[in-house]
């Protein structure tokens, strides 16, 4: 695998991702870059922003140009600029009480990102967290201009949960959420959180989730799952029932991981997220 071409459609579809989960469609990108020159070849630059810009191309999308400096650490990202109908706009606050919700990827970028740096997770599960992280979130415009859902987010590094107690407050919502229904990317990926390879990010997250979750004998790996900081992660969809199967036909065509139900909207004087 060309690892700095792989960080370089990494990086653009979590990039483009912010465009399409509110409905949009990615118009123009700008490439944003940071290289120690002294530990970094101008071949593996030049691998990085290909990665990108075919990624970009994959969206319709077209870059403009960017940024670059010299800089302690790798540092690759893109901002992108969509257009999108007023009336089509997908918010985190138009949620609604009896709202299903619907995961587009599963959980668990974070913890295999981290066993891949300390060389802790296996082949198949790095193969399958990077596909998962190469998608690109392109459902969302679609959902959006058929007027299918009102209320989205994408999962990126505040976790499930963080965006999700999001969609809650701006919605004046709460939430319940079956956890066993989340999906991860398998086993190995609760192996690697009993042998505590978590990142810090993770860790804070779910620290700030005390806040507005009620735990329901919920056991700690799968609270960690839900909190874990995702990189290039899904669709969080707010969806009405009757407007389900509608949802998942154009999921279906867009290719998505999945279309997982994983809980739903309820009323509340005051937003919380209870986890069952």
Same mark, same amino acid.
């Given at each position: 695998?060309?690892?700095?071409?792989?960080?370089?459609?990494?990086?653009?579809?979590?990039?483009?991702?912010?465009?399409?989960?509110?409905?949009?469609?990615?118009?123009?990108?700008?490439?944003?870059?940071?290289?120690?020159?002294?530990?970094?070849?101008?071949?593996?630059?030049?691998?990085?922003?290909?990665?990108?810009?075919?990624?970009?191309?994959?969206?319709?999308?077209?870059?403009?140009?960017?940024?670059?400096?010299?800089?302690?650490?790798?540092?690759?990202?893109?901002?992108?600029?969509?257009?999108?109908?007023?009336?089509?706009?997908?918010?985190?606050?138009?949620?609604?009480?009896?709202?299903?919700?619907?995961?587009?990827?599963?959980?668990?970028?974070?913890?295999?990102?981290?066993?891949?740096?300390?060389?802790?997770?296996?082949?198949?599960?790095?193969?399958?967290?990077?596909?998962?992280?190469?998608?690109?979130?392109?459902?969302?415009?679609?959902?959006?201009?058929?007027?299918?859902?009102?209320?989205?987010?994408?999962?990126?590094?505040?976790?499930?949960?963080?965006?999700?107690?999001?969609?809650?407050?701006?919605?004046?919502?709460?939430?319940?959420?079956?956890?066993?229904?989340?999906?991860?990317?398998?086993?190995?990926?609760?192996?690697?959180?009993?042998?505590?390879?978590?990142? /810090?990010? *993770?860790?804070?997250? %779910?620290?700030?989730?005390?806040?507005?979750? &009620?735990?329901? =004998? @919920?056991?700690?790996? #799968? $609270?960690?799952?839900?909190?874990? /900081?995702? *990189?290039?992660?899904? %669709?969080?969809?707010?969806?009405?029932?009757? &407007?389900?199967? =509608? @949802?998942?036909?154009? #999921? $279906?065509?867009?290719?998505?991981?999945?279309?997982?139900?994983?809980?739903?909207?309820?009323?509340?004087?005051?937003?919380?997220?209870?986890?069952?």
């Amino acid at each position: 695998m060309d690892d700095a071409y792989t960080f370089g459609q990494i990086a653009a579809a979590n990039a483009l991702s912010d465009v399409y989960a509110m409905g949009g469609r990615p118009i123009t990108a700008m490439n944003l870059l940071g290289v120690p020159t002294d530990l970094v070849s101008p071949a593996t630059i030049a691998r990085i922003l290909r990665g990108g810009a075919a990624k970009v191309k994959e969206a319709n999308c077209a870059v403009v140009g960017g940024h670059t400096i010299r800089c302690p650490e790798p540092i690759y990202g893109l901002s992108v600029t969509g257009l999108v109908h007023p009336k089509n706009i997908l918010t985190n606050a138009a949620a609604r009480a009896g709202d299903l919700l619907l995961l587009t990827k599963p959980l668990g970028t974070g913890i295999a990102s981290t066993g891949i740096k300390n060389r802790l997770s296996s082949a198949a599960l790095a193969k399958k967290a990077i596909h998962s992280m190469r998608q690109i979130n392109a459902a969302g415009a679609d959902l959006a201009e058929a007027r299918l859902v009102q209320c989205a987010t994408d999962v990126t590094g505040f976790g499930l949960l963080g965006h999700l107690a999001n969609i809650c407050r701006a919605s004046g919502v709460s939430a319940e959420l079956v956890a066993a229904e989340v999906p991860s990317f398998g086993e190995e990926i609760f192996k690697l959180i009993a042998s505590d390879c978590v990142p /810090a990010g *993770t860790r804070a997250n %779910l620290k700030s989730a005390e806040k507005i979750v &009620r735990w329901q =004998a @919920v056991p700690e790996h #799968l $609270r960690i799952l839900l909190a874990d /900081a995702q *990189t290039s992660g899904g %669709l969080l969809l707010c969806v009405p029932p009757r &407007r389900l199967d =509608a @949802v998942r036909k154009v #999921l $279906r065509k867009h290719r998505t991981a999945c279309a997982k139900l994983i809980g739903t909207i309820t009323k509340s004087s005051k937003p919380h997220i209870v986890v069952r």
